[in-house]
Every structure is written in C-alpha cells, then in structure tokens.
C-alpha cells in the first residue's frame, strides 16, 4: 500500500477554487463584517475593520510604486496592523516576507540579498540597521502606519491589481541554524487551499477564539490568520505577550483554541498546576513543530478537562500534511493523523516504491498543497519537490520518515538527521527523547545522534541526577539506545519557534569535552 489519498473536493482532479489570500477576507466581511476579527495587546478589529486596513495599506503600497511579484519584507511584531499588512499586500499582487524581529543581522543580511526586496519596513529600533544591509528604501513603521491610518480613515482604495491564483502570496523563510534560511515559494492557490482544508479538518467554528502565541514570520502564526477569517472567528495574536501572564489573558479573552509546541505546552501545564482560578474554556490544543510527549499530553487533559489534544505533522512546503482528526485524539497513541481532504500520503523507499502498511520509509506528500519550491534555490527545490511519473504534479520529499498503519494513519519515525544507527541498530532521537519524557521529574529532552566527537547524548530539564535519568531510561530501552553520557540543564535552549535548539547543546557539549 504506502499510500493513502482523499478525493479533493470540488470537480476531480483540479484544485480547489484557485483562491486568493484577500478574497478569503472578502468573502468573510460580506458574511460578517461586524464580528470580532483580530485582537492583540493594544486593542482589537472586527473584520470590517481588518478589511479597511487592508486597503488602505495597498493604497499605501501602491503610492510607493509596489506592484504584483515586488517583494515586501517586513521585520516587525506580531500584530493586527502585519495582519493587514498581509492581506493589503496580497492585494496589490506583491509578496509578503516576514522576517521574525529576533532574526541576527548575519541571517537577515543574506536574507535581504535573496529577497532583493522593493520595500523594507522595520520597528522604529530597527530601522536604521535594516539600511546598512539593504539598498533597498527603509521605512520606519510608525511613519507607516501613521499615513495608513489616515488613508483608512478616508476610506482610499488601492487600483484593482490582476493577481492570479498561481501568483506568489508569501515567502515563508525557514529557520535556520548553522544554514542560510532559506524560502518557501507559497503561492496563493496553495496557501488558501491548505488553509480550507486545515479548517475543515480541525472544525474551527465561528464562535472559537484561537489563542496564538507564534509570529506571522512561521508559518503556524501566519496560517492562523487565515484560517480564523475562512471560520469568521478571531483570532488572540499573544507573541509579545508575558509568560507569567499566558494563562490570565487567555482566561480574558476566553480562548478556544490554542496552537502549541512540545515547550510551550509544558509551560502552560507548569502555569495551570499553580493556578487557582477557573481554567480558560480550551475546546481543542493543536499541536506541531515536534511530538508532545504522552506524559505533556496526559497533564493537559488533566489540566484542562474536556479539551481534546490534537496531533499535526506538516512541514512548511506543504503546510500541513495530515491531521489526527478530533474525535479520535485519545485513539491510536503515536499517530500523527490522516492525509489532509484532497491530498495524498506516500510512504516510500529508497527507490521510490510505495512500502507495505507498517513499514518504515520516506513520507511523500502530494496535492494542492505542495508549494511550488524554493526561492532561487533551483538544486535544493530539485532534490524535495520532484514531479509525480504518471500526473506530472509535484509532490513534497519530506526526508522524514514514517510508516502507515492499515487504516491509512500516519506514524512519525523522526526526520533524516534524527535517523542513524548505533552498535548495529537503527533507531531516531524521536524515539530516546519520547523515552526520557516519560520519566516522571524529567520536563524537556533533547537527544544528538552520534558524531565525530561524541557519542550518542541525551540533554534533559529536570530534578533528577543524570545517572537516575540514564538508570530509568534502561528500563525503557535497549541497551544500544541508551545515550553514553547525559546531562541536566537549568535553562534548555530553544529556537524562536520554541524548538530544541540543538546546535546551542552541541555546542555545549564541545565546550564541556575541551
């Protein structure tokens, strides 16, 4: 088999509707212009609001000269005015590229070159740095949006642009570490049928509040935003937020749903346990970027009585490749859902046969939601998006691994880095760190794969001693899988988007051989 697929809604074997990212906030405020759309920590719009705005800011754009596949960078928080930003540019035809505010100059001057970017707009701290790595015009955002309020209040329209389905909405770059980030070409078609179907997977309704915590600058912040709008319900952007003060404002704003990383989740248990006031009204947690443990899982339940924990496994080229359907969130433990409606998942070899259920191989996902590559990345997008033999489409090369059990669900193995072999053994980091995690006192894990200069080695957070976390975990696992050396650690270092930071333990671990 290795294979699973659902028809994809609307005439077979087209994409569905060919859409556009502003016509998503169209339809929505001829529906519901007065419902409360977007709210962050200096107030909030109802979508009639977020629609004016929008506008206003392509007239905005349009003044500077900026017009269908011109680059926009945007370095800026996360807030209702990006998220107009977004939607304005999309309608002038021009490609939204948000930078997170974290990203170090070393990134984002390589970044900048590759955008080629017509416009930059940074915070008013930022402004003046952005200049000396781009000679591309600088504007401060103050000054920005002091002269997109006044368009707003006026009510000035952009000119309609002809934008196409198949143009470039955004430019998601990727993280990167020791690597240039590099960008994901995220077209409009693409990005609003993976943001329906996503929709229609989780059941968002029109009266969630979808509490966020991540940047428009990852694409599981930015999705966000347009996925509230296709439900017509709003949207809490919380990125600047206090963590201390997480668990109050989303008591205030009487969220629904909320988005969570394996660090973020902890944290929230954490708070909870010390918490004596009623919990927030939580109908749903979703969950991406890397497993929540079983033991992460268990304490939201507990904490949070009635809400259903819901596993994701995506990647930014296809958005979201399946999705654990909510009903079924306490069945199947390990897997990571179903295909998305309209999409496919492939479980291949290395010579790029579909595998038996229950065997282990590379996770291929094709449909309308493969995106269309990297920016100027020509080799790197050859070697991921590679075109189907018989259709032609292109489909997503993940280089994670997986397998699908008879019904179709998808089991995570670990990514390509994560797989290596140790004393005659194959085995992933996903499977030591899930190991470790459910050691009770242990509250993050990290594992890095044998290298030229250390063995396999686990990093934890926790009250134990390293021989008692090394003793309990070989009483979960093999011999061969158990790390040579571990070590506890006060603070865990994380990536922006609240991942382990494993060239920050790396590091570490170098520094503690010398």
């Known amino acids: 088999m290795g294979i699973l697929e659902y028809p994809i809604p609307g005439e077979p074997g087209k994409p569905s509707g060919g859409e556009l990212v502003h016509g998503l906030l169209d339809e929505t405020v001829a529906t519901a212009p007065d419902a409360r759309a977007i709210r962050d920590e200096a107030g909030e719009w109802t979508y009639r609001q977020l629609d004016a705005h929008s506008h206003a800011f392509a007239a905005w754009l349009e003044k500077q000269g900026i017009g269908r596949g011109d680059r926009i960078v945007v370095r800026l928080p996360t807030t209702r005015e990006l998220a107009a930003m977004f939607y304005g540019a999309a309608r002038r035809g021009a490609v939204f590229v948000p930078l997170n505010p974290t990203m170090r100059p070393y990134h984002l001057s ?77 077209p409009h078609a693409q990005v609003t049928f993976a943001s329906r179907m996503l ?11 979808v509490f966020c915590r991540f940047p428009m600058s990852w694409d599981y912040g930015l999705y966000k935003v347009l996925m509230t709008c296709i439900s017509g319900c709003e949207i809490v952007l919380a990125d600047g937020g206090s963590d201390l003060l997480m668990l109050r404002r989303m008591r205030e704003t009487g969220a629904t749903v909320v988005p969570l990383v394996p660090s973020l989740a902890t ?32 304490a939201l339940r507990e904490h949070f009585p009635g809400a259903r924990v819901v596993r994701q496994y995506g990647q930014t080229e296809a958005k979201r490749i399946t999705v654990m359907p909510p009903e079924e969130d306490r069945e199947r433990p390990g897997a990571v859902g179903l295909p998305l409606p309209g999409t496919q998942v492939l479980i291949l070899d290395d010579e790029g046969r579909p595998v038996p259920p229950g065997t282990i191989g590379e996770i291929v996902a094709a449909g309308p939601h493969v995106m269309a590559g990297y920016w100027r990345n020509p080799e790197v997008s050859a070697r991921t998006f590679r075109p189907d033999g018989t259709t032609g ?21 670990g990514r390509r880095d994560d797989m290596f072999k140790r004393k005659g053994f194959r085995m992933s980091t996903v499977e030591i760190e899930a190991a470790a995690m459910d050691i009770p006192g242990v509250h993050a894990a990290a594992v890095l794969p044998p290298g030229d200069r250390h063995d396999l080695a ?26 040579a050396v571990c070590k506890v650690l006060t603070d865990f270092p994380l990536t922006a988007h609240g991942k382990n930071a494993r060239d920050a333990l790396a590091k570490l671990l170098e520094e503690n051989a010398t």
């Open 110 to 186: 390589a970044v900048l070159g590759s955008a080629e970017p017509a416009l930059v707009i940074g915070s008013t701290p930022d402004a003046a740095g952005l200049k000396s790595l781009t000679t591309a015009p600088v504007h401060d955002m103050a000054e920005v949006w002091n002269e997109v309020g006044g368009l707003a209040e006026r009510g000035e329209r952009a000119t309609s642009a002809a934008v196409r389905p198949d143009d470039i909405a955004t430019l998601i770059f990727t993280s990167g570490s020791t690597a240039t980030p590099k960008a994901v070409i995220c």
């Open 199 to 209: 929709v229609e997977a989780l059941g968002y309704r029109s009266d969630d509040v």
């Open 267 to 298: 944290m929230l248990v954490t708070l909870r346990r010390r918490d004596r006031q009623p919990g927030p009204p939580v109908r749903m947690f979703t969950n991406t970027g890397a497993a929540l443990p079983e033991p992460t899982i268990d």
């Open 393 to 413: 489409r292109n489909r997503l090369h993940t280089g994670d691994y997986g397998h699908l059990d008879e019904d179709g669900y998808l089991y995570f193995q």
């Open 458 to 483: 686990l990093f934890v957070q926790s009250d134990l001693e390293a021989r008692e976390v090394l003793k309990e975990l070989a009483q979960r696992l093999e011999p061969a899988k158990v790390p």
